[in-house]
């Protein structure tokens, strides 16, 4: 009786996440990726960020953000819709953009429309004191309040993350 439950419960289980797997899926395909480079002359150390948005009601909702930790390629995978692309400097490291630090959109904060599908490559940006589009204050926290990790190859990990802790590496 009781191996027969343990197995059911892993049964359950395992659809469970066959479940979860078909949705992540689904949202993976009915994606677009954005890919470009950020360039520009900015100190060693400091995050930059990148991020697309749509503008609603005045204000811009970010579709997707990421954190490179040196001058270079990022990729933002976005769900259908018009997106401008933006990136600065984030000298203070308060995940905000602040007046002063190096930032740029991408063609002057001309609109990117993904369509749900496939890759839209060369979205570069130049980093410098210019005005953008977006006003300094805006902010690139992450809504529910977790770090932003760097995604960019090659980036520096830190030995005393939670992703490297006794708890996470008995989780396989």
Known sequence: ????????????????????????????????ALVGRVSGTVQADTPLIVAAYAMQAGRPVVAHQARLHEAGPYELIVPAGQFAVFAFADVNRNLRYDAGEPAGDYASG?????????????????????????????????????????????????????????????MG
Do not use: N
Request: net charge neutral.
């Open 110 to 170: 001309r609109v990117v429309a993904a369509t749900g599908e496939g890759v839209i490559a060369q979205l570069d940006i130049l980093l410098g004191p210019g005005p953008t589009r977006l006003p300094a204050g805006t902010s690139f926290a992450p809504p529910d309040g977790k770090p932003l990790v760097d995604t960019q190859a090659g980036a520096p990990a830190r030995l005393d993350q939670a992703a490297y802790s006794p708890e996470s590496a008995s």
């Open 1 to 32: 009786m009781r191996r027969a439950l343990l197995l059911l419960a892993c049964l359950l289980l395992a659809a469970c996440a066959m479940v979860k797997l078909k949705e992540e899926s689904a949202s993976f395909y009915a994606s677009t």
